[in-house]
């Protein structure tokens, strides 16, 4: 049923006549009569019928009537709600990865709960790959992702990307390791060219990284761990299982020295992405916005323009 034949219906139910409802609405009695019809087709039942040189409402008729009476409502309730400029209500879907979410979605998710408390934000911990995923399977709403300069993600037309914040990230090694402080990035590798190396379990950015600085510096690494916890990242170092890579400020471990990584750099940059589709749908836009401030004030790094 189209919305605008329910509201002829509607309009003939109060005004009484054709003729009041055609120039209620600006068109024609003929107009009015076809939409009815087609309206009485599609319901397999007559709505209106003679009364006299005017028409009247079937019992069926003024059944719909009130049935299109609420329709017509909640249709106007969700246009209202769904607007751009409407106040940000409903269900939000995110995922992303863990610091993200930690460190950044969770404090807004407590402001939240007091200024918007009709907005209700739904969290799941992805890794990018999932959180994209999901994103392009309808199953989340904003995905919050990251990649490295050195390992830049491939753009995808299907999706905006809004930059939040950058780190940078140091390379993890056993505290006894004979490297000194002004030691550049290559030279850092290269001394840990016999080393086992440890990347992420479920994703491959990192060990992109890894293996480019490697390259450079002369040298393929032995890739032999994959974990998905930074803190599990310093216990395997610090039980002599290899070297990772681990952000700069992180709090170590007592056997594990954080090397920070110049000549070239290491830099995480990390992204709120969206469908180009839901850009304006007031929830998304609320808290992309929110994370985009709260990025520019707690990060260490201005954001950097997307891949």
Excluded: K
């Excluded at 509201?7 to 076809?34: F, K, Y």
């Excluded at 469908?275 to 201005?302: E, I, M, N």
């Amino acid at each position: 049923m189209e919305t605008r034949r329910l509201r002829l219906l509607v309009e003939l139910s109060r005004l009484g006549s054709m003729r009041a409802v055609a120039d209620a609405v600006g068109t024609t009695t003929s107009t009015v009569s076809q939409q009815l019809t087609v309206l009485a087709r599609e319901m397999g039942t007559a709505l209106i019928e003679p009364d006299g040189r005017r028409v009247r409402l079937t019992p069926a008729g003024r059944r719909l009537a009130e049935h299109a009476t609420a329709i017509l409502a909640a249709v106007d309730t969700a246009r209202l709600d769904l607007a751009p400029g409407a106040d940000p209500n409903g269900t939000l879907r995110v995922a992303g990865f863990a610091t993200a979410i930690r460190s950044h979605l969770l404090p807004l998710v407590t402001d939240l709960a007091t200024s918007h408390p009709r907005l209700h934000v739904l969290v799941r911990e992805h890794e990018p790959a999932e959180a994209l995923a999901l994103l392009a399977a309808d199953e989340t709403d904003l995905a919050l992702t990251y990649d490295y300069n050195l390992a830049p993600a491939a753009p995808d037309p299907a999706v905006h990307a809004t930059a939040l914040w950058t780190a940078p990230w140091g390379l993890a090694i056993p505290a006894c390791a004979d490297v000194p402080d002004a030691a550049d990035s290559l030279e850092v590798f290269a001394r840990f060219r016999a080393q086992d190396w440890i990347v992420n379990s479920r994703n491959t950015a990192d060990e992109t990284v890894i293996r480019t600085l490697a390259s450079m510096a002369g040298f393929t690494p032995r890739i032999t761990h994959g974990v998905d916890s930074l803190d599990l990242v310093q216990g395997m170092i610090t039980a002599g299982l290899g070297t990772g890579l681990l952000p700069i400020g992180t709090p170590t471990f007592s056997g594990v020295r954080l090397m920070p990584l110049t000549g070239p750099q290491v830099v995480l940059r990390a992204y709120a992405v969206a469908r180009h589709g839901r850009l304006a749908w007031p929830p998304l836009t609320l808290v992309t916005d929110l994370l985009v401030r709260r990025s520019a004030t707690t990060a260490p790094d201005s954001p950097v323009p997307p891949p």
